[in-house]
């Protein structure tokens, strides 16, 4: 039997539609069981925090649990290689961070590589390290630290949580943008390092803010500056370090990621539903208390940040040979 035209196109068009109704009815429908968020880092740290904060909030939208999931090791690569090798069906996310994008260059011979192997899906956010001393250093100001460095090349001594952590990587680009000579001393982790720093078996530390803001207020560090672009609502009266350095920034961010071929219907679905943790008060008043400015936007916009913010730190590493442990 011979159908009529009109007959005919209406059933090819309704054919090619199953394909575009299935997938969207799949998104709609996930999540359908547990979700994993994969953390390169130990409970209790900053990446973790953020991780467990959007998990409850996807949880509470979604009806599934965000199970938090900590695997440390190899300066976050073994977290990372476990999320591109998993099924990109959306159940196996990856707390995205700096440390990615300094990654890809600070290691020779990774197993995959970050920006083809991930699907971006959505910032979180943004905050700055800042600058501190411990009292016994004379500066005040980035200024004075950067004319006290010049006067007593190789004295001053900066702490970092390891060699390529964004702490040290954010101090290279320091010394390399103003020509001075401060001795890295790097430790196993970022704790240890402030323990020396609050000491004075340092000098000074590119620190995060909420592991350092309390010493600051509480008169056991001096801060210098922000390494932000703007400056933080909570230090007032402390200027960014582009004030005195123009062009200087370095800044730790955090996001969401998934495996590559990841469904676009799923990552708009996450994407839409981290969007609007981000604007939630409660969500942005917990993140600014730690400091966190949000970042939020589209999937391509973090993907753009993931590429920059690589970019960037590998100009810095290779152009100050730093090699990972």
Do not use: C
């Not at 990109?88 to 990774?110: E, F, H, P, Q, R």
């Not at 910032?123 to 007593?152: D, F, M, Q, R, W």
Request: aromatic share 6%; net charge positive.
């Amino acid at each position: 039997m011979k159908l009529p035209r009109r007959e005919f196109l209406h059933l090819v068009v309704g054919a090619a539609a199953l394909p575009a109704l299935s997938r969207f009815a799949y998104a709609q429908a996930y999540p359908t069981r547990p979700v994993r968020i994969i953390v390169a880092v130990a409970a209790g740290g900053g990446n973790d925090i953020i991780a467990r904060l959007i998990g409850q909030f996807l949880a509470e939208r979604l009806g599934q649990s965000f199970i938090i999931e900590n695997r440390p090791g190899a300066g976050g690569n073994i977290a990372t290689e476990a999320v591109i090798r998993s099924p990109s069906d959306g159940y196996t996310l990856l707390l995205v961070a700096a440390a990615n994008a300094i990654n890809a260059t600070l290691y020779d011979k990774l197993n995959f590589d970050f920006i083809r192997d991930t699907a971006p899906v959505a910032g979180i956010g943004s905050v700055p390290n800042l600058i501190v001393v411990h009292p016994s250093v004379p500066a005040k100001t980035v200024s004075e630290l950067i004319a006290y460095a010049k006067a007593n090349p190789g004295k001053l001594t900066t702490a970092s949580g390891g060699i390529g952590t964004p702490q040290h990587v954010a101090g290279e680009l320091f010394k390399m943008m103003t020509g001075t000579n401060i001795i890295h001393v790097p430790y196993r982790g970022a704790a240890p390092a402030l323990t020396d720093l609050l000491g004075g078996q340092v000098q000074m530390m590119f620190a995060t803010m909420p592991t350092s803001i309390e010493h600051v207020r509480a008169g056991r560090l001096r801060p210098l500056a922000v390494t932000g672009r703007t400056p933080s609502q909570m230090l007032n009266g402390v200027p960014t370090v582009s004030e005195t350095v123009p062009g200087f920034e370095a800044s730790s961010w955090y996001g969401i990621g998934a495996p590559k071929n990841t469904p676009a219907e799923i990552v708009d679905r996450l994407n839409k539903e981290i969007n609007a943790a981000l604007a939630d008060p409660r969500m942005l008043r917990r993140l600014s208390e730690l400091g966190v400015s949000p970042i939020a936007g589209s999937p391509p916009d973090f993907g753009q940040l993931i590429v920059e913010e690589t970019e960037k730190w590998g100009k810095v590493i290779r152009a100050t040979n730093i090699k990972a442990e």
